[in-house]
């Protein structure tokens, strides 16, 4: 086992990342990722602090390893977020969703590992000269909310490895250990994955939608709301009403007509509590290849397994 510039940034066996989600990610996924040996991190975007600040003290007590938190700078009240977990020891932050600049400086002044999280090869460049530790390239499969340069992962890696010179993690579509493999060689340190980790025992995703997901095909996810906030959603009968909103609205009233449609907690009834014709199903393209609900622990040993085969395979010259 090698180490390299990621697990020794975060110091972790493995270079494979668990990424923040919304409803899905707490204490006990975070913790079994890091207990496997990877880095675990818990979803701040849906938490007010006191519930945040429930889901880290328990991670403390069911992990010794390290872990982190995941907080997108759009929501209000990131800042509190932020500063309830500095508060409680946290020393890693992955943040999205928002300018690099607006917290990084204040987080390294404070000791914090700080990785932001971006979908283009320029923004990338502004979060390392914004001071970030490392960077997560996030391509258009993956799930969640999403970039509108649509650049795929297999594009986006190498041309981000070009721009910026501090660690690189790959998001988006990765499940396997050779999918992994792909990753380094594209130039990046490491990865993070979402919707694998969500189609765990220890995710909090209801076990509606793990069930719903499982008979996900190629064709069932889609990016949406493009001209609002794109997210790659799982197909369901909400999907299918803001695809219709999507093509009858000109752009002016796109706006207003989608956020009335949305509502309050669409993505809580759907993820969290498993409404799965109404509610919003967050999820990456990925899903397709998931075919099964194993524990972390044996979501790890297999990807390692198969990093290992993949690495002895590859043996070709051209
Ligand atoms: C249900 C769900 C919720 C997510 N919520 C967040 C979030 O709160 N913050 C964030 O930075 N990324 C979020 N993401 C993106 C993941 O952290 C991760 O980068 C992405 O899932 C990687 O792509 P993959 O799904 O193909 O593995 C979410 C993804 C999913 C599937």
Redesign the pocket.
């Known amino acids: 086992m090698t180490t390299n510039k990621i697990t020794e940034l975060l110091n972790i066996k493995y270079p494979i990342i ?8 707490g204490a006990k996924l975070a913790a079994a990722v890091s207990n496997a040996g990877g880095l675990g ?1 818990i ?4 938490m007010k602090p006191p519930l945040l600040k429930e889901h880290i003290m328990k991670a403390q007590t069911l992990t010794s390893k390290p872990f982190g938190i ?3 700078l759009l929501y209000e009240g990131s800042l509190d977020q932020i500063n309830c977990a500095l508060d409680l020891g946290v020393t890693i932050f ?4 928002g300018s690099p600049s607006k917290v990084t400086k204040m987080l390294k002044d404070k000791g914090a590992t700080v990785i932001h ?1 971006t979908s283009s090869p320029a923004l990338a460049l502004k979060c390392q000269d914004a001071g970030v530790d490392a960077v ?1 390239a ?2 258009f ?5 999403n970039g509108r340069d649509e650049l795929t ?1 297999m594009v986006l890696i190498p041309q981000v490895r070009e721009k910026i010179s501090i660690p690189l993690i790959a ?5 396997t250990g050779r999918s992994i493999h792909a990753a380094l060689i594209l130039g990046a340190d490491a ?8 189609m765990t025992k220890e995710s909090s ?1 209801h076990d509606n939608f793990k069930q719903y997901a499982l008979k996900a095909t190629f064709q069932s996810t889609k990016l949406l709301m493009k001209k609002t906030v794109p997210v ?1 959603l799982l197909e369901n009968i909400f999907s299918k009403e803001i695809e219709e909103i999507e093509a009858s609205f000109i752009k002016d009233e796109l706006k207003e007509k989608i956020i009335s449609h949305l509502g309050k907690s669409r ?1 809580k009834h759907g ?1 969290l509590e498993g409404n799965i014709e109404q509610g919003e ?7 397709s290849h998931i075919k099964s609900i194993p524990s972390v622990e044996e979501v790890m040993q297999e990807i390692i397994l198969d990093f290992n085969q993949s690495l002895a395979r590859s043996f070709i010259k051209f």
Not at 191 to 198: A, K
Not at 281 to 287: A, C, D, R, S, V
């Open positions: 668990q990424g923040g989600m919304v409803w899905v990610s991190l979803g701040a975007g849906s995941n907080v997108p992955f943040t999205s969703a999280v997560v996030e391509g499969e993956a799930g969640g909310h992962t998001a988006g579509g990765f499940s990865v993070q994955m979402g919707t694998r980790f969500l995703a790659r993505a993820m199903l967050e999820i990456g393209q990925i899903i």
